[in-house]
Structure formats: structure tokens, C-alpha cells
């Protein structure tokens, strides 16, 4: 590799890893306490709370009411500049579209974990509330013997 290679490959490096550790200090700082007060509240509803996936610049955080009934939760660097939040649903009988955002690193904040938490399990309880009354509105079917 020319030495010009190997410069070039060091100052990314560098810029990578800084964003890198802005995205973790983030995570520490800003989202573990908004994680925490839902973790606290959505056990409070029968959620439990693991955290599949954890490496440098990606998290994962499942609220699950059951094997099939849970939102997955993904944090992640998007590019050298962006955050980004999504949600993933499992809500039986019903088709609910992920939840994504994204934000430039001077905006994420705690506000900012804490709107996109609320958006996440708002749309969760709306499709299993609505998957819910579809279910009780349908009538039984009888079985013969």
C-alpha cells in the first residue's frame, strides 16, 4: 500500500472511530436512561426486556408480552452522520408496518430517544388493540361432533 493509502486509511479510520464512540457515548448518556424508564413501565404491562444484539455502532432491545406478541427495537450509526431508530413489530393477526427514523448526530438527545419509544409502542398497542377487536367481533364457529 502507498504511503498515501495508508494515510488516507488512517485519517477514516480516525473519523469512523469518533463517531463511533459519539454514538456510544449516545447510547450511555442519552438512551439507557429513556431504556430504563421504559423497561420499568413496560414490565409494569407484562413486557419482558432482552437485548439480542449488542456490538459497536448497532443495539437491539426486544419488548416481548409473548414468543409472538413483541417489538424489536434496532439503534444504529446510518452512514458517518446519522442515527438511526427502527421498529419492528410481532403482533398476531395483524400486519404492522416497522417504524423508522433518523437523525443527525447534533440532534439525537434524550427527547429525541424518548419520541421515538413513544411512536414505537403507540403503533404497537394500536395493531394489537385493533387485532384484538377483529378477533372478538368475529363469530365463534361451531365445531360438530
Same mark, same amino acid.
Not at 504511503?3 to 463517531?19: I, L, N, Q, S, Y
Not at 434496532?74 to 431508530?85: A, H, I, K, N, Q
Not at 416497522?98 to 447534533?106: F, S
Given at each position: #500500500?502507498?504511503?498515501? +493509502?495508508?494515510?488516507?486509511?488512517? +485519517? #477514516?479510520?480516525?473519523?469512523?472511530?469518533?463517531? $463511533?464512540?459519539?454514538? /456510544? &457515548?449516545? =447510547?450511555?448518556?442519552?438512551?439507557?436512561?429513556? =431504556?430504563?424508564?421504559?423497561?420499568?413501565?413496560?414490565?409494569?404491562?407484562?413486557?419482558? %426486556?432482552?437485548?439480542?444484539?449488542?456490538?459497536?455502532?448497532? *443495539?437491539?432491545? +426486544?419488548?416481548?408480552?409473548? /414468543? $409472538?406478541?413483541?417489538? =424489536? %427495537?434496532?439503534?444504529? #450509526?446510518?452512514?458517518?452522520? &446519522?442515527?438511526?431508530? *427502527?421498529? /419492528?413489530?410481532?403482533?398476531? &393477526?395483524?400486519?404492522?408496518?416497522? %417504524? *423508522?427514523?433518523?437523525?443527525? =448526530?447534533?440532534?439525537? $438527545?434524550?427527547?429525541?430517544?424518548?419520541?421515538? #419509544?413513544?411512536?414505537?409502542?403507540?403503533?404497537?398497542?394500536?395493531?394489537?388493540?385493533?387485532?384484538?377487536? &377483529?378477533?372478538?367481533? /368475529?363469530?365463534?364457529? %361451531?365445531?360438530?361432533?
Amino acid at each position: #500500500m502507498s504511503a498515501w +493509502k495508508e494515510r488516507f486509511a488512517r +485519517k #477514516m479510520d480516525t473519523v469512523r472511530g469518533a463517531f $463511533n464512540d459519539w454514538f /456510544e &457515548r449516545q =447510547l450511555v448518556d442519552g438512551f439507557e436512561p429513556v =431504556l430504563e424508564d421504559f423497561g420499568e413501565f413496560a414490565h409494569q404491562h407484562g413486557f419482558t %426486556l432482552s437485548t439480542p444484539q449488542h456490538r459497536p455502532g448497532f *443495539r437491539t432491545y +426486544k419488548f416481548a408480552l409473548s /414468543e $409472538n406478541a413483541y417489538v =424489536l %427495537l434496532t439503534l444504529s #450509526m446510518e452512514g458517518v452522520d &446519522r442515527c438511526g431508530f *427502527r421498529a /419492528e413489530f410481532s403482533v398476531p &393477526r395483524a400486519d404492522c408496518p416497522e %417504524l *423508522r427514523e433518523w437523525a443527525e =448526530l447534533a440532534d439525537v $438527545n434524550p427527547a429525541w430517544f424518548q419520541g421515538c #419509544m413513544e411512536a414505537a409502542f403507540d403503533r404497537f398497542a394500536d395493531a394489537f388493540s385493533d387485532a384484538s377487536a &377483529r378477533v372478538l367481533a /368475529e363469530p365463534a364457529e %361451531l365445531v360438530e361432533a
